[in-house]
């Protein structure tokens, strides 16, 4: 398979610094040389222009750093849509904002699962959200809910549908983003579901749903993991992921070959100890792209 590796080195989205270095975590973490291994072609594409911090002006009223996450998301999204049809993206970040142009990018305009593996819903919008974090947003606006400019990217109008959304390992919900959910189609499997059906009965449940579409992408958080599995991550949730659930979970959807994209986000090696949380999402990139026991 041709992988093509993108980063996006984003902390703009976040409420805690630190993620911007995360594709470089990755890479240092050797996700190219670990794919490699497995027999995938890889090509790194090198990363997003995002403006650092310090070098935009702050007073304007409005979610932090709109139009310069906006900015990203869109470069992103062209970048991608840049891609050879053939590859296998795999977009490294940076927080979880970014996923409003990759998802985007990906899609190429085709009806487009996302299994989204991640401790919150992102489902807020700006008059929702308590923190004003972009990176707490881009599900809604994927949908169509919220600023024009974050809906817009990559062209008019939502870009997938929340009945094609399954999200998994969710455990920390805002009031009004429950309000927002419940209104839509979204399959959301909580830990309660995890710990009660099981990661197996999960996967194979969104593996039915989804199974049909044209393209189905994967955006994993890290901190969906138990924060003692992965400890580099700027909001850390406890009772998450174990470390073989998150394995289990990309290696029932490799077996499954519909597949066809990934994000890894949210690593802080600020946070962090040893790149454990790099080495271990790279780990779930290997398990996806077919990585076995035996």
């Given at each position: 398979m041709n992988v093509s590796l993108l980063g996006i080195p984003m902390d703009l989205g976040a409420g805690r610094r630190g993620v911007d270095m995360g594709p470089s975590a990755l890479r240092y973490a050797q996700i190219a040389e670990t794919l490699g291994a497995l027999g995938h072609e890889v090509k790194d594409h090198?990363?997003?222009?995002?403006?650092?911090?310090?070098?935009i002006d702050r007073s304007r009223n409005e979610p932090h750093y709109l139009e310069q996450i906006r900015n990203a998301c869109q470069e992103a999204f062209e970048r991608l849509q840049a891609l050879p049809a053939e590859t296998f993206p795999i977009c490294l970040g940076g927080d979880h904002s970014?996923?409003?142009?990759?998802?985007?990018?990906?899609?190429?305009?085709?009806?487009?699962g996302l299994i989204w593996v991640d401790a919150h819903t992102d489902f807020n919008v700006p008059k929702s959200s308590p923190s004003g974090n972009i990176h707490g947003m881009p599900v809604?606006?994927?949908?169509?809910?919220?600023?024009?400019?974050?809906?817009?990217?990559?062209?008019?109008?939502?870009?997938?549908?929340?009945?094609?959304?399954?999200?998994?390992?969710?455990?920390?919900?805002?009031?009004?983003e429950r309000e927002l959910l419940r209104a839509r189609g979204a399959t959301i499997y909580t830990m309660k579901e995890v710990d009660t059906l099981g990661m197996a009965r999960i996967a194979a449940e969104t593996l039915e749903k989804l199974g049909s579409l044209s393209k189905v992408h994967v955006s994993f958080d890290a901190d969906a993991f138990d924060p003692s599995v992965c400890p580099g991550v700027g909001t850390p949730v406890p009772g998450g992921l174990t470390y073989r659930e998150g394995h289990l979970l990309m290696e029932l959807l490799s077996d499954s070959g519909i597949?066809?994209?990934?994000?890894?986000?949210?690593?802080?090696?600020?946070?962090?100890?040893?790149?454990?949380?790099?080495?271990?999402?790279?780990?779930?990139?290997?398990?996806?792209l077919g990585k076995k026991i035996l």
């Open positions: 090198g990363n997003v222009a995002v403006p650092i911090v310090e070098t970014m996923a409003m142009g990759t998802v985007a990018g990906v899609a190429r305009g085709l009806r487009t809604a606006h994927l949908v169509g809910l919220g600023d024009e400019r974050l809906i817009n990217i990559g062209g008019i109008g939502a870009k997938i549908k929340a009945e094609d959304i399954v999200m998994i390992g969710i455990r920390s919900v805002d009031l009004e597949i066809s994209s990934l994000d890894l986000v949210e690593v802080n090696p600020v946070l962090d100890s040893q790149n454990t949380t790099a080495k271990i999402m790279v780990e779930m990139a290997a398990s996806l």
